[in-house]
């Protein structure tokens, strides 16, 4: 459905015009390019008939209650029918004739006409120009400032579902338009630049850490606030336990195990089952409610193992055990045997193999980098990353990559946030020590913040290197080919631009929200996986100068019909995602989720991903990296605790190998 108003202007008018007079003139078309029921996407397309400026402002009344709920290239505010769009910070210069656009999702009900009536800069869009004998001024220069960080964020009237959030106001040159409520990097609600508090919806027992950024008109986002953690009580008072599950039964395929049993029943409800082989604890199943199936992969071929499983509600009550499954497994395998390398006490988030078959890793809050034997579990400090500083969130040591010829050359190359903003880095790697004398600042300038810092580094077949980065949670700055955020960046190994890049600049794929995972496949295609923010991760084919659509769609949510979008292959539910690192073995595309405790496999079919299937559901909890092995099967690392704080060395985390059929 494609419904438009359009604001024609007249040609002898704008002929009519000197372009020494300060003339306001405007066209507007507004389009309908999707409508479901209760909501819709629009396309708003601006040109400036008058003098240049430097800012805009369009207005416009709905005239049947329909809402602005999400809205991209600009910024918003609604107040009853009244709907104000500012410019973002990258496209408020129009010069005469110059056009712009932004689009938004909104919501419906009952009719949504089109409005009719535009204005731009408090002038009616006529289609015409006004002349003026007024002096012609300068356009405004544009605004490029964000606000301060927002202080001493506070919660109060915490209940089982709804809190009290509230900060102390920012500062702006020109002033605060929004504020940003955030929880663990989900943007939960937006208030106006002059309300101080949101009143939150919250889940009883779920632990989330609440932050909240100011915006401004121009959208300069600030820094965010420190967080503030909060876990509601439950609802009610609940000392009973649910019934057992029933009706345990287990197959096996190789050295993999399904588990099917019968749902336990609650009187509040079952939140989880924890799965038990041989009376240890395997993997937990959860959700509301849980499902009821399992899969145990990784076990040694042609052995028996025993398996019970427990329910347990959100008060901590648990069930009798189940009956006991009782499984023989047989030979091959897809996902064979896993074996546990090292630990750590610090979040492993960039991982490399040298050639000599060790391994280098990241450690993302303690800004070290540790080379690690695999054969052996021998650890080498190699030493500290100048300037890396983190955000009180997942910024900090992020990927490495080494050079394609680091045998002879031994760069070590770097992404990690400082003070100011993410950068790409290299040094050299001199007799186990990483030599800072080296380094190199590649690439700067890239923007940070608590959350969507991307992070990700990969050395490409035609020697390139590719950088995921973060929309440094500023929606628009995605779209803007000009900035460095929300993109797939691809660079020469000393940081130059390659003649070939689509853009002219680093800019090689665009409109992404938090891109972490790079892998190229054996025809040398590009994949990447990126988080979603409440509704769908992607795994995403990533193609030269490609539109992948954030923040005006997520996953296939939103207006993702919008011409020149590239859809994902593969979307996952955030709750059975959060997906981070990727790894491609003998065609065979792994993914490794955070959320949801999980890996993917799907087998790359053309430009398709096929046979999705998932293991280690709940085994090893919060699974971050995952990368080839010398081997042929793939190193794993896990991100379980201090992972969103920022805390050096309070974590308990494993690298395991993971041998492939």
């Known amino acids: 459905m494609l ?20 003339a306001p003139g405007c066209r507007v078309t507004y389009t309908v390019s999707s409508q479901w029921t209760g909501g819709f996407g629009a396309n708003v397309s601006l040109t400036n008939l008058g003098d240049p400026v430097g800012s805009w402002q369009v207005g416009w009344s709905f005239g049947a209650g329909q809402r602005v709920t999400q809205l991209w290239n600009g910024t918003f505010t609604q107040s009853g029918a009244q709907v104000t769009v500012g410019n973002a910070a990258y496209n408020g210069a129009l010069a005469t004739g110059a056009s712009t656009a932004f689009g938004f999702n909104g919501s419906w009900s009952g009719s949504n006409p089109v409005p009719t009536v535009f204005t731009m800069n408090g002038v009616t869009c006529t289609g015409s120009v006004t002349p003026s004998s007024a002096a012609p001024s300068s356009p ?9 960080v927002p202080g001493s964020p506070r919660t109060s009237n915490l209940t089982c579902n709804s809190v009290t959030f509230a900060w102390n106001a920012s500062t702006d040159n020109v002033g605060v338009a929004f504020y940003d409520v955030y929880h663990d990097g989900q943007q939960m609600t937006s208030v106006s630049g002059s309300t101080l508090s949101a009143n939150l919806t919250v889940v009883p027992g779920a632990t989330w850490g609440l932050y909240v950024n100011a915006r401004d008109a121009a959208g300069n986002v600030s820094q965010a606030s420190s967080t503030v953690t909060i876990t509601p009580p439950q609802c009610q008072v609940d000392t009973t336990p649910p019934t057992a599950p029933a009706q345990l039964t287990g197959a096996a395929t190789g050295t993999t195990v399904t588990l099917q049993w019968t749902a336990a029943t609650d009187n509040v409800g079952v939140r989880a089952y924890d799965v038990y082989r041989n009376g240890t604890a395997v993997g937990t199943v959860s959700g509301n409610p849980p499902a009821t199936t399992f899969i145990d992969s990784g076990l040694a071929a042609s052995t028996t193992y025993q398996y019970h499983v427990i329910a347990r509600d959100a008060a901590g009550n648990t069930s009798p055990s189940s009956n006991t499954a009782t499984v023989t497994t047989t030979g091959g395998c897809t996902v064979c045997t896993v074996t546990q390398v090292t630990t750590d006490n610090d979040i492993p988030w960039g991982l490399a193999t040298l050639p000599d078959g060790s391994i280098l890793y990241s450690r993302r809050d303690a800004h070290d980098v540790i080379r690690l034997n695999p054969t052996t579990g021998a650890k080498t400090t190699l030493g500290t990353i100048p300037n890396a500083q983190s955000t009180d969130g997942e910024g900090g040591l992020l990927g490495i990559a080494v050079a394609p010829d680091f045998a002879s050359n031994p760069w070590l190359y770097v992404m990690h946030t400082s003070p100011t903003d993410n950068r790409i880095v290299r040094l050299r790697v001199v007799n186990d020590r990483l030599d800072t004398a080296s380094l190199a600042v590649l690439v700067s300038g890239i923007g940070r913040n608590k959350y969507h810092d991307g992070g990700r ?14 929309d440094a949670q500023n929606g628009n700055w995605a779209q803007d ?41 054996a025809q040398g295609r590009l994949w990447e996986q990126e988080f979603g923010n409440s509704v769908m991760d992607e795994t995403n084919l990533i193609e030269r100068g490609g539109n992948y659509g954030w923040p005006a769609c997520e996953g296939t949510t939103g207006t993702c019909g919008t011409a020149g979008f590239i859809a994902p292959k593969r979307t996952y539910p955030t709750s059975e995602g959060s997906c981070s690192g990727i790894a491609i073995v003998r065609d065979a595309l792994y993914v490794a989720c955070l959320r949801g405790t999980r890996l993917y496999r799907g087998v790359i079919s053309g430009t398709s991903l096929t046979n999705v299937q998932s293991y280690f559901v709940g085994t090893y909890g919060r699974l971050r990296t995952v990368e080839p092995s010398p081997s042929g099967g793939l190193w794993l690392t896990t991100s379980n605790t201090g992972d969103k704080d920022s805390v050096p060395n309070n974590s308990n985390e494993r690298i395991l190998h993971v041998a492939l059929g």
Do not use: C, M
């Open 481 to 521: 080919r000009t900035r460095l955020e929300g993109k797939i960046l691809r660079l020469n190994p000393d940081g130059s631009v390659p003649a070939d890049n689509p853009f002219g600049n680093l800019v090689w794929s665009y409109g992404h929200r938090n891109p972490q995972g790079l892998a190229f496949d």
């Open 140 to 148: 405004a220069p544009a605004d490029t400032q964000p606000p301060t």
């Open 457 to 470: 580094l990969r050395f490409g077949p035609d020697g390139k290197l590719y950088a995921a980065t973060g």
């Open 3 to 22: 419904l438009s108003a359009v604001i024609l202007a007249t040609a002898g008018a704008v002929a009519a015009v000197s372009a020494a007079q300060a």
